[in-house]
């Protein structure tokens, strides 16, 4: 039997995290939604110990993080220290930011963040990159994305895959996984429909998107990680939350 550990991406619900009280009633929400791990990103005024103390409460471990890019290269240590607080083995950058969107900017994001991941794989841990669409975009013949990787140590920076932007840019998300499979450390889970002529995202399962081949992809490659992002939501965005993980629920197996 595959291992999949199914989470919820909290940038979904960032508008209930500005707060401490806010972010404990969101954890809380969470788990009664039926979700065993999550990913903190979006937050508010909310400390390491708040998160340590709501993921201990909620029995909801923390697989992975959006943290400030500029602290992960000039702070290094302080992040590293904050992960271990709540226990989290996965630091991640959201995008490439500021960084120009060609060759260039993707060699001087893998030679900026060079000294941090070192130093993120020495404490035991693994710095993630988040795509966009952006990064399927071709320089001289080459995926974005490709020259990431190709210029990064495999073992110290692995992806965050959004399954919604690969298809968005036109990759098949399943050929991806195939081929990138030993580079993707967890999935974004996020479908996409076609409304009023243009491309949505929906809870998953509502969308047009083949989760069948995604999850087989990433069975065979051993990615065990998914956590459900639903950056907007045509209501509340709990309610998505709690469709996506009962469509997911009903259909695969998640331990």
């Known amino acids: 039997m595959s291992v999949k550990h199914l989470g919820a991406q909290l940038y979904t619900v960032r508008d209930f995290m500005k707060t401490e009280e806010d972010f404990m009633e ?36 923390v697989v992975l993080t959006h943290s400030n890019p500029a602290r992960i290269i000039n702070d290094t240590e302080a992040i590293i220290a904050e992960h271990d607080l709540f226990g989290c083995d996965a630091i991640g ?38 795509n966009h669409g952006f990064e399927f975009e071709r320089f001289d013949g080459k995926l974005g994305i490709d020259i990431l990787l190709e210029n990064t140590d495999p073992d110290a920076i692995k992806l ?16 991806f996984i195939e081929k990138h499979g030993d ?51 045509p209501g509340n965005p709990f309610d998505s939350l709690k469709m996506s993980y009962d469509n997911l629920t009903a259909r695969y197996e998640f331990n």
């Open 26 to 61: 969101t954890m809380g929400k969470i788990k009664e939604i039926g979700y065993q791990y999550v990913q903190v990103s979006g937050i508010g005024a909310v400390s390491p110990a708040c998160i340590k103390e709501a993921s201990e409460k909620y029995n909801l471990p």
């Open 183 to 233: 580079r993707i450390y967890v999935t974004h889970l996020k479908d996409m429909m076609v409304k009023n002529g243009a491309p949505t995202m929906a809870e998953v399962l509502n969308g047009n998107m083949n989760f069948d081949r995604i999850l087989e992809a990433c069975d065979k490659a051993g990615i065990i990680w998914h956590m459900v992002e639903q950056d907007t939501c």
């Open 160 to 175: 965050t895959f959004d399954t919604f932007w690969a298809q968005h840019a036109g990759v098949d998300p399943a050929d």
């Open 93 to 130: 950058v959201g995008s490439m930011g500021n960084y120009t969107h060609d060759t260039a900017g993707f060699m001087k994001f893998a030679e900026d963040f060079c000294e941090a991941s070192k130093k993120i794989k020495a404490a035991g841990k693994v710095l993630l990159y988040h």
